[in-house]
């Protein structure tokens, strides 16, 4: 049977070879969507308990470090008395790596049970992440608070040799690995003008490729150096590092981190800066228009809050073009839906009224919400055909008309002259000034069968940070700040111009051209460059 279909399909002027591939391609769909199933369910935020697990785990392991760190650097009187001082740094620093280490241990059972496809109470990962919250910011306080019994002035001494740290296994975990103990002292005792050697020396590490050790010197300033001239752009650098690790998990960090940094300097002069970085971790999360849309709408409401409160700034043209890519991806979404209801259950099923309902509905959300999609000229047509079958041909007709008027290179403008003979609409003009606009650029059979594979929305990203870049030639944010001890130059100091946010925020792009014009820009895997900040 299965060989009667291909010489039937070879009849009508379609290759094996093609048949093949797409088999292959619906295969690999079908594969990739069994893939997402299988990561586990999706919360309303958007997040599989996988990745919140792996975010957890990320957050609880950075804690340990930064613990495990501070107490080998306490600076406290170990007599050898058995009592146990409350008051002792150590001991505080102690208990605390104790509850990070408890939850720790907590979280990894439980993504081991999720490995296994084993059951589980999966509310308990709302209290894990609550505890994990509470236990961070806890975190912090303490060891902002013991800064002082690490500080090298310390005139007190102690006896007390923290236990070495093991390296990593090598080999298979048969050989001993080299103990990473390169900036203990660093990070173990406080000095004047240490920030800076941290500041510098984590930058270093960063762009080595070796993020966690980044973090851990970016976070000893922060918690050890409240009064630094660097603790801004400390905090900042790590919302960077995650972002320039790329993986799912570091993605949603470096989304967090940049919403942290913006709720403490709401009005630094790169806040517009890490509003757009915030929307692209969640582009660089988006999947294809089939598939769950989450992270696109995530991202279309964070771009319209940064083009709402940033309206002069150098940025406006990204976030633009950023947006209708996102808003063609959300677009496409709907009419995919729209085709299904329209082509397969209401024509299919000979005129079920639920098919034609659900098919007008999205189409409509397109009109109304996406009025420069690439396809507009598809959406009014089948728009328009819904109100024919509803027998309102006066709804119907506007549809076609604008249709013609506005799309006159459209393969549909001949049909909705029909319809609208049929129907005995005049037929409007087209637009003088549409007629020589080039039509939306279509995606090819293999590109199509390449974003099946890669399970990736065609969108425009910037790969790089806004204090780092990916090849760096010296020129960075962070380099002119390392220069000027920690204040960036003259040109991003002052605020730029903002205003207040509003309830409702209106689309960006209110653009009068129609969609039909819009071709595809710069892929994915091509970030654009960074644009340095200008007086």
């Not at 940094?261 to 228009?289: H, I, N």
């Not at 209801?341 to 098919?359: E, V």
């Amino acid at each position: 049977m299965f060989f009667s279909h291909v010489r039937k399909v070879q009849r009508h002027g379609i290759s094996r070879l093609a048949f093949f591939l797409a088999g292959t391609g619906a295969m690999i769909a079908l594969l990739s969507s069994l893939t997402m199933a299988q990561t586990g369910s999706q919360t309303p935020s958007g997040l599989s308990n996988v990745q919140r697990l792996d975010v957890m785990r990320s957050k609880l392991e950075a804690l340990r470090r930064s613990l495990d760190s501070a107490i080998a650097g306490v600076n406290a009187k170990d007599s050898g008395d058995k009592t146990k001082d409350a008051d002792d740094p150590r001991a505080r620093l102690r208990s605390l790596e104790k509850e990070v280490g408890s939850l720790l241990s907590e979280v990894n059972d439980i993504h081991a049970k999720e490995d296994r496809a084993e059951k589980y109470d999966a509310s308990r990962l709302d209290g894990l992440e609550t505890s994990t919250t509470e236990l961070k910011n806890r975190v912090d306080a303490v060891l902002q608070a013991t800064a002082g019994a690490r500080s090298t002035n310390t005139a007190t001494s102690t006896s007390y040799k923290p236990k070495p740290e093991k390296g990593k296994r090598r080999l298979f975990g048969l050989l001993p690995g080299k103990q990473n103990d390169e900036y203990a002292e660093l990070t173990g005792s406080v000095a004047p003008g240490r920030d800076r050697v941290l500041f510098i020396d984590a930058a270093k590490e960063v762009r080595k490729g070796n993020h966690e050790t980044g973090r851990l010197l970016f976070t000893t300033i922060i918690t050890t150096y409240p009064d630094s001239p660097y603790l801004a752009l400390a905090k900042l650098a790590i919302a960077d590092s995650f972002y320039l690790e790329g993986t799912t998990s570091s993605l949603i960090q470096a989304g967090q981190a940049y919403q942290d940094w913006l709720t403490y300097f709401p009005t630094d002069s790169l806040s517009c800066d890490a509003m757009l970085k915030v929307a692209e971790t969640e582009m660089r999360q988006m999947g294809l228009s089939d598939r769950d849309i989450s992270h696109a709408r995530k991202a279309e409401q964070r771009l319209k809050v940064m083009l709402q409160q940033c309206p002069k700034t150098r940025l406006r043209p990204d976030a633009e073009l950023r947006m209708r890519e996102v808003q063609d991806n959300l677009a496409m979404h709907n009419l995919q839906i729209a085709r299904f209801y329209y082509d397969a259950r209401y024509k299919a099923s000979k005129g079920a009224k639920g098919g034609l309902k659900g098919a007008q509905d999205r189409l409509k959300e397109i009109v109304e919400k996406y009025p420069n999609f690439c396809l507009m000229d598809e959406v009014l047509f089948r728009y328009a055909t819904t109100y024919q079958e509803e027998e309102e041909p006066d709804e119907a007709a506007k549809l076609y008309q604008q249709l013609v008027r506005d799309y006159p290179n459209s393969q549909y403008v001949d049909k909705a002259k029909e319809q609208l003979n049929i129907i005995g609409a005049p037929i409007p003009d087209p637009d003088p000034f549409k007629k020589d606009l080039p039509l939306c650029e279509k995606v090819g059979f293999m590109a199509n069968m390449m974003q099946q594979i890669s399970d990736s929305a065609n969108v425009t990203t910037n790969h790089d940070g806004i204090l780092f870049t990916r090849n760096s030639d010296g020129s960075d944010l962070i380099d002119q700040a390392i220069n000027k001890n920690g204040v960036l130059p003259e040109g991003v100091q002052h605020a730029m111009q903002r205003t207040a946010p509003a309830r409702s925020v209106v689309p960006a792009n209110n653009s009068s051209q129609p969609a039909n014009s819009a071709t595809r820009t710069t892929p994915a895997t091509t970030p654009t460059p960074t644009p340095q900040p200008k007086p």
